[in-house]
């Protein structure tokens, strides 16, 4: 068989380059297996998955935070509807209060009317009673009545017990002086704690 240089190049460059050839097969494979390994499409799966996970835990926050605010509208609710019964109850106290207050005027005003000296009734009342007594004083003055005494009238005392009482003493008096002095009717019922006027007559 003829020597052929060419084919003998071919096993040469064969032996030499299939060494090479497995060596760079398997730095190929070992360089690129960690982007194909198992972990790191893992990972991918959960970087995937945590946006879906964050946007849950968003929602739920989201969901305590307006069931916090509900409640706090509804106290606050429950606290205005208190207060506002407070505020009636207490305008209608003061209504209350204006009434009496209103009504206790009008009875000091009265008082105040019946008191003045002003007041025509009472005027009235003590011309009459001073008219009353001077015209006792003139009778017995006409009469010439000097003297007299005053006696408080006590429980049980008739007109004729008190003439004989200043009778005995001394007084020279009679039930019709005494009706006379305070214009009084022989008949007259005494009330107990007032006065009376018993004339004295000279002679």
Request: glycine share 4%.
């Amino acid at each position: 068989m003829p020597f052929s240089l060419y084919a003998f190049q071919r096993r040469i460059l064969k032996k030499f380059f299939r060494p090479l050839f497995h060596l760079f097969t398997l730095s190929f494979f070992f360089f690129f297996l960690p982007f194909f390994s198992h972990p790191l499409f893992c990972q991918e799966s959960a970087d995937s998955e945590t946006p879906e996970i964050a946007k849950k835990l968003d929602g739920e926050e989201e969901k305590k935070k307006l069931l916090r605010a509900a409640d706090i509208l509804d106290q606050l609710q429950q606290n205005v509807e208190t207060d506002s019964l407070n505020i009636l109850s207490i305008k209608e106290e003061i209504k209350k209060l204006k009434e009496q207050v209103s009504t206790l005027q009008k009875d000091v005003d009265k008082i105040k009317a019946a008191v003045s000296p002003g007041n025509p009734s009472l005027s009235n009342s003590k011309k009459e009673k001073g008219e009353s007594l001077g015209r006792a004083h003139k009778k017995f003055n006409g009469q010439k009545i000097e003297k007299g005494y005053y006696y408080v009238i006590q429980k049980n005392d008739t007109l004729e017990s008190i003439a004989e009482a200043y009778r005995k003493s001394g007084v020279n008096v009679s039930v019709e002086d005494i009706c006379k002095a305070n214009n009084l009717s022989p008949n007259s019922t005494l009330e107990a704690g007032k006065k009376l006027f018993i004339p004295k007559k000279n002679g």
